[in-house]
Structures are given as C-alpha cells and as structure tokens.
C-alpha cells in the first residue's frame, strides 16, 4: 500500500512554488483588482463631473450674455418709445397749426384787406383751437 506520506510528498511535489504562494494571494489579488476597478468608476465620475461643472460655467456665461442683451434690447425699446411720444407729439402740434392755417385762409388772395374763411369778423388762434378740442 502506499503510505500517506507518500502521497503528500507526490501532491507537494506535483505543485509548484508559484502555485502555492498564488493560492494564498489569491484574495489580496482579488481585493487589488476591485480597488483599480473603483479607481477608474471614480476617474470617470470626476471627469463627468468636470464636464458638467464646464458645461453649468459655459450656460452661465451665456446667460449672463443674453440678460446683457436683453437689458440693452429693453433700453433701445424705452428710447424709440420716448422718440415716438415725441414725435407724435410734434406731429399733433404741426397737424394743429395746420388746420387752424386752413381755417384762417384768405378768400381773396389779391385782396390787400384780407378776409378769412369764417367771415368778415376777425378770428383769434385760441377761439379756433377751442372750438377744435370742444368737439
């Protein structure tokens, strides 16, 4: 019969060194695999992170970039407004001075003793712009 010895002498043989010392680091090999593994999740976490906070910076920058020019926008608008109001209010005016200059027109153009349209009484700006409003 073979003896146990034997047999052990034959396993021990039969395995090398390198086998042996493998099966005990084993687990730290296991353990130093899932460290790298959750390294690299974490470098591609942070560069995530890094892009999103460069794009949050980028929408920022735009931002700020349109309020700028909407401010300006609203500005510009605020102006032309202003510009309108007065033009219109000049235009009311030249539009008054218009229709009381055809109201007071002369008749008889030859005439040295000018009469105006309404008749042979003298009219007055104020009376007319009055009448004009009144209505």
């Known amino acids: 019969m073979i003896e146990w010895g034997t047999i052990a002498l034959a396993v021990v043989g039969s395995v090398s060194i ?15 695999m ?12 942070e560069k995530l992170a890094d892009q ?10 735009q931002i700020t970039n349109l309020n700028d020019r909407l401010e300006k926008k609203d500005e510009q ?5 202003d510009r ?3 033009l219109r209010q000049t235009l009311d005016a030249t539009r008054t001075k218009c229709a009381v200059s055809e109201l007071l027109k002369c008749v008889n153009v030859s005439c040295p003793n000018r009469e105006p349209k309404l008749g ?3 009219v007055d700006v104020e009376t007319i712009m009055e009448e004009t409003y009144d209505k």
Do not use: A, P, Y
Request: hydrophobic letters at 25%.
């Open 34 to 45: 899932k460290i790298d593994n959750k390294q690299k999740e974490d470098e591609r976490w």
């Open 52 to 61: 999103q906070s460069d794009q949050i910076t980028q929408l920022n920058e």
């Open 77 to 81: 608008i605020i102006e032309l407004q």
């Open 120 to 122: 042979t009484r003298q």
């Open 84 to 86: 309108e109001t007065s």
């Open 18 to 32: 390198g086998e042996l010392i493998s099966l005990f680091t084993v687990r730290e090999q296991k353990k130093g």
